[in-house]
């Protein structure tokens, strides 16, 4: 079946470390995303790719970074200057980079401060 | 600049009774609407999306949502509502000139037996 695999499904962060969370598609899709979900706030977009080996910042990027050596791969790294990582992320992907396009989401990743 | 506005964080409705989930969006051009729907744990599934061809969208598992010009709204709609279909729902846009989707806040929907 084709979907979207998120891992780890929790994820605990200590003071000063990085941690990276992996998303990995096999719709041969060319645009992924990264999102943040907070209580109450919906979901937020951290960084985006529209094809492989190009990504862009989201609204919210600071203290992540990414990267998209392969057009099925996407991981996110949650660096130490992220002061306020505790969250739902999700990833995304759509078949083509477009206003229009319909996203498909993996299940999604909890991450949180020891 | 876009953005989505959803009126009430929480809905509660009887099994059986109307649901009504409110979206008010802004763009400075037109724009394209969707809502998903999240089941606790998991990621998020589309609905429906509004893409200019018809006012009235119908989506999957019987909902349906109108777009309203005059009114900056893309309300979600169920004649009866349905114990499965408790969750959380988001209205989101996008446009030619931002494309990435902003989403609201969210609103739970709640069925009571």
């Known amino acids: 079946d084709g979907g979207i695999t998120q891992s780890p499904k929790y994820l605990f962060r200590k003071e000063g470390q990085n941690v990276t969370l992996s998303c990995e598609q096999n719709?041969?899709?060319?645009?992924m995303y990264w999102y943040r979900q907070d209580p109450g706030q919906g979901l937020r977009l951290i960084y985006y790719?529209?094809?492989?080996?190009?990504?862009q910042k989201g609204d919210i990027a600071e203290g992540y970074s990414v990267s998209r050596e392969k057009k099925e791969s996407f991981p996110l790294t949650v660096t130490s200057a992220q002061k306020n990582p505790t969250a739902f992320y999700l990833c995304?992907?759509?078949?083509?980079?477009?206003?229009?396009?319909?996203?498909?989401f993996g299940s999604g990743t909890q991450l949180s401060v020891l | 600049a876009q953005s989505v506005t959803q009126l009430g964080s929480h809905v509660s409705v009887s099994e059986g009774a109307l649901v009504l989930l409110r979206c008010n969006y802004s763009?400075?051009?037109?724009?394209?609407l969707f809502w998903y729907v999240q089941y606790p744990n998991q990621g998020l599934q589309l609905l429906l999306k509004?893409?200019?061809?018809?006012?009235l969208v119908k989506g999957i598992n019987g909902f349906e949502a109108e777009f309203k010009k005059s009114e900056t709204s893309f309300h979600l709609t169920k004649p009866s509502a349905h114990m499965s279909d408790a969750a959380e729902y988001f209205c989101?846009?996008?446009?030619?000139?931002?494309?990435?989707?902003?989403f609201g806040s969210g609103t739970r929907l709640q069925v009571q037996p």
């Open positions: 995304a992907s759509s078949i083509k980079w477009g206003a229009n396009e319909k996203l498909f």
């Open positions: 509004y893409t200019s061809a018809a006012t």
């Open positions: 719709l041969n899709h060319d645009a």
């Open positions: 989101a846009v996008s446009d030619t000139g931002r494309r990435a989707l902003t």
């Open positions: 763009s400075s051009v037109p724009p394209y």
């Open positions: 790719s529209q094809i492989v080996n190009d990504f």
